[in-house]
């Protein structure tokens, strides 16, 4: 798949040379993606799974670093502390949701 055609598909209005910006906790993937040599550790990586590679080095996406502490996706994808839980939630924007239907918060 096609990431701009995956954007002209969502109507965000980015124009076409404009690079996704991805969020990473992990350093070394972002290294990988933008260092085409092969390491020791990342030669059992098949070549069908470079897509992110490709996309970074034909300026459709770029890899970012974020914090573990700060990334969004962790609130969605692992078990975490209520305090973490809270933060997180408060960085999206989510709060509480009153359903008129059943009453309930």
Do not use: W
């Not at 897509?51 to 975490?80: G, H, I, P, Q, Y």
């Amino acid at each position: 798949m096609r990431l701009d055609l995956l954007l002209d598909d969502l109507q965000i209005g980015l124009p076409a040379k404009t690079p996704v910006s991805i969020l990473n906790d992990n350093n070394g993937c972002i290294a990988l993606s933008k260092n085409p040599v092969h390491h020791e550790r990342s030669k059992h990586i098949a070549m069908r799974h470079h897509f992110l590679r490709e996309k970074v080095e034909d300026n459709t996406a770029k890899l970012d670093f974020v914090s573990s502490a700060d990334n969004l996706a962790d609130m969605l994808t692992k078990a975490l502390p209520q305090p973490a839980f809270e933060r997180l939630k408060d960085q999206m924007g989510i709060s509480k949701y009153r359903s008129p239907a059943r009453g309930e918060v």
